[in-house]
């Protein structure tokens, strides 16, 4: 089994969801994980369960980002794994095709999912870097790597958060931090981010949320949805010494879903 004994991971947007099997994941490789969330009385219910630290955090804000890396650097002296996990798809009942979104909710999808990612990044380079270094796992999604009309803003986030990755991979490796950054695309994860969507879909649609969710099953090769420990599995190996090498990459782990669009 993998091991990420003696490593500390922070893990955002961790209360649900992606976010708490990765965190789960990392606890079971020994990881000392500290999760961060706006949903407090979520967030505190999970630390408790699997043995993590929990601190509030709004990541589009980076005076939050500079509370939490102190924290985490005052108590566990060392920081080697950071997984910008959180985002979100937008207000739910704000229209999210590019001619009739809200400017409002465009800003607010690019504040968390892609300011955010970034001012990770940006906090935590100089602590891992002086931890010895370590990886950084940006989730994005196959949002990115395919049109999304009727979400725009959030596949525009998402391909955003890809390239930035890139970027600080190259950065990082020519700065001699040792620390890699790749970029995690899931495809359809019964979430509650992705229940909502389907019903929003299945609402205009009109259809059930049944019938829509089977119809979009089938859009996916290996013909069922994912779980989130799917997920947790792939960062999991970007997280530890055997991907060692790999840095810079974007790992679609959707079901063969991007190739058939």
Partial sequence: MTSLDG?????????????AAIAGRFREAGATVFITDVKREAGEALARQIGASFLVQNVAYESDWCQVVESIETSAQAL???????????AGDAP????HAPLSDWQEIFDVNVTGTFLGCKACLPLIARSGGGAIINLSSVASL???????AYGASKAAVE??????ALYAARAGYRIRC????????????????FERMAQAAGTSLDDFAAKF???IPLDEFQEPIDIANAVMFLASDES???TGQSLAVDGGFTLAH
């Fill in 7 to 19: 490593r500390v991971a922070l893990i955002t947007g961790a209360a649900q969801g992606l976010g």
């Fill in 80 to 90: 080697h794994l950071l997984v910008n996990n959180a985002g979100i798809e937008g």
């Fill in 96 to 99: 999210k095709d590019p001619e």
């Fill in 146 to 152: 395919v049109p999304t009309p009727f979400i725009t």
């Fill in 163 to 168: 390239h930035l990755s890139k970027s600080i």
């Fill in 182 to 197: 790749n970029s995690v695309h899931p495809g359809q994860v019964r979430t509650p981010m992705l229940d909502g969507l």
């Fill in 217 to 219: 099953r089938g859009e």
């Fill in 244 to 246: 060692r090498y790999i």
